[in-house]
């Protein structure tokens, strides 16, 4: 009889542990009341999610209704807290699963960057041909402050601890005197997350939240991402051997955080100015410890081994040239660390004196020379690790260590234009001009090497202030670097003028410079941002105008003939729904690439995700795969944003899982794309011509509740804790773009967000069932192609595996609670019921098309992992709604009950694993 293994075993006892230690807190600082409260209402709620038991459900209702302050609060807490246990046991097992594949010498794990190579060499490419797909990758993750990261700091910062403490009970070589030390630990830490304030108390400022992003680059990237690229250097060389591999640093990470000025004041030129400095500041710090760290490695002694002598002139030169003799090393035939006495002090003078570095690639020059000098004295399949990854960092953080887009309203842009050029004469009422006059004048004006701007006092502080911006931008290439700033990204683009405007600002800054002779330098690219569904389906007529410009051609080639373009995928899935949404987002990168190569010109396609299904989420090598094929050898950029930056970035093996399926998705995927054979089958015509009849059904579905319902807004500001989010203090930006209750002006995060707390999920998948079931019933047929589009098609497997995975995080008896908070009960039904029935319809569909019995069953550790969460989310939600009815209802509430509610929503984000 075969023996089954329960692979989650280990992941359940730490789970019960975590639990264990927990009531220990419980009734250690709340007594045995709090403990056999919370243990009332644990049991009931389990009770109820495995049989439907009305009394006892009541029964539940009534007990948390009856919950009283301080206890309410405790019983709050202690589910909240549960949560944050759970997730660190899951990403801990995730840490378990890895290791127990890297020791199976049997069992490659899928998305490893071993099972990527092994794909690459069953395509029967030449050497050649995979060099050239490995010189052409490209992929940036872009860290962003979106306000989606209800954990605080000092929260993660316990996780991250319990986190190493479960991992040391996992060697098996701990004694028992250690195993009782790590639960006594773990006690402790459990204890400190009880008594900590899950809350903050002010909003962040822009720079604390730039100081949260340094954070991940300082705890676990600046380790992580050279490993990725030396483990994908071993694998081929193990695998394809006889070939001398080049793998470049083909994963950069960029940021938002302090360039980010769409609708947020905060961000000003002083705080984009501060945030290079700290950037600058950490990157320096960090190759400070890794320079001294070589130092004590590399002790080698001309007295043992030969050294080149040029080496030696040059090294001497240059200890005379920048250090006094107390700077000296004192060993004289300790040569390398003499040059690296040398490197330290030139870095530590970087940016403070002119003995420093000018760029970074005079570090990496230096680094080289030793290497290459050290490296001499080894057998040929020999290499020093260690100065080779201090070598990749250089080049991939250099002294700026995050690329910082900068980001702004096109409507800005065109008011600081209309004035600037009424001032100098050029156009007197800009803004009143058609598109094809604004084009002619901006033309004109890019075409005039000649200066338009006045001296500063003659415009409004608002003009002032975008051609500040500039300036920042001119001034910071000047001081940390061209890579610290290199893209200018245009919020709400609706045409191609836009774009020029943004051009006409660099041109009287500096930054984009016409010479006489007609040639043109630029020190920064101008993207559009393509939000909303009709932005989607212009942007191919808005840049099909610009690349048959002259005038944009100089910009282009300037830049290396590659245009980026900025896909948005929280207000399209906000104005269209999600299905509709990701198809048209789908058609644009198809439709803008195939013109593009027209032109001969290279895009690279920034995906605006969220962390959040509602918003684009999910992991990035489904991300990557969802893509159109032939689009990825261009370079990929996608967002990284709030709480997905803890849940990746925290633990050094889960950055390293996370970069390592991003990778091995990119690099299968773009070598598939250069296997002409398989070009050919990327997907068919037919499965096309399907997703636009469901995208324009779901569409039209979607519209008629959210836009043509009059009642649907008013659903959505009562039925959801929307007005309550603001008090909670997790961004430094404001909820809406406006201070505007219309719809339009809410911003896509808090939309999400609300509806996840309420549990319908609905931004994630409303209106799909309608588009998929309508295509379905057209035709016999039309089952079955849907079925081989979700075995085949990897954008169809993924857009279908994301709406179970909302589906099944959605619920819509806890849901129904919500209607209590409904001020006409009328409406409350009609609309309930309306997204009722859409849910069992998609549910039925999805089923269909899946093959499978129950939602995400092919993904037993998803399904498992939501099953465990769902009963201790019920609780959280029922006092929610309790809570959120008696804070309406107080005209001057007390301030526990609105911490009280507050902790609710920290709670169930917590146990839902993301926010908006």
Known sequence: MTKTIDKNASLRNDVNMLGNILG????????????????????????????????????LKREISNLKPPLRQQVIR?????????????QNHRIRRKRQYLLDEKASQSFSIEKAVTKVKEGNLTNDTIQGVLNNLSIELIMTAHPTEATKRTVLEIQKRISAHLRNLDNPMTTQRERTDIEESLFNEVTALWHTNELRQRKPGVLDEVKNGLYYFDQ???????????????????????????????????????????GNPNVTPEITWKTLEMQRDLILKKYDASIVELMKRFSQSSERISINQQFIDRMEEEENRYLNNKEKWPIKSEVYRRKFAVILKRLRETGKASQGYDDAEELVNDLKEIRESAEAHLPKTKKLKAIRKVIRQVELFGFHLATLDIRNHSGEHETAIHEILSAAHVADDYAALSEEDRLKVLCDVLNDPRPLLLFDGGYSKETQNILKVFRTIKKAHEEFGKRAIEVYLISMTQSSSDLLEVLVLAKETGIYRLYPDGTVESDLDVAPLLETIDDLIAGPKIMKTLFEMGVYHKQLKARGEQQEIMLGYSDGSKDGGTLSANWKLFKAQEEIHNMAREYDIR???????????????GSLNTSIRSQPTETLGDGVKITEQGEVLSSRYLLEDIAYRNLEQAASALVTGCAMAANTSEQMELRKKEWETAMESISQKSLKKYQSLVFGDPDFLSFFNQATPLTELGALNIGSRPMSRKNSQQFEDLRAIPWVFAWTQSRYMLPAWYAAGTGLQSFIEEDDRHLEILQTMYKEWPFFQSTINNLQMALMKADMKTAEEYLELVEDPDVANRIYGDIMDEYKRTQETLLQISGNEELLSHSPNIQESVHLRNPYVDPLNFLQVDLIHQLRETENPPEDLVTEVLLTINGVAAGLVNTG
């Open 603 to 617: 895009l690279k396609f920034f995906h605006g995700r969220g962390g959040s299904l509602g918003r684009g989420g």
């Open 220 to 262: 676990t990237l600046f380790e992580t991402l050279p490993d990725i690229f030396q483990e994908l250097e071993t694998q081929l060389q193990e695998q394809i051997p006889g070939e001398n591999w080049q793998v470049p640093n083909f994963i950069r990470f960029g940021s938002w955080i302090g360039g980010d000025r769409d």
């Open 24 to 59: 220990e807190v419980l009734i250690s600082h709340g007594g045995k009341e709090l403990f056999d409260q919370v243990e009332s209402i644990r049991e009931k709620t389990k009770s109820i999610r495995s049989a439907f038991d009305k009394d006892t459900y009541d029964t």
């Open 78 to 90: 202690a589910f909240s807290i549960y949560f944050h246990l759970i997730n660190i046991a899951e």
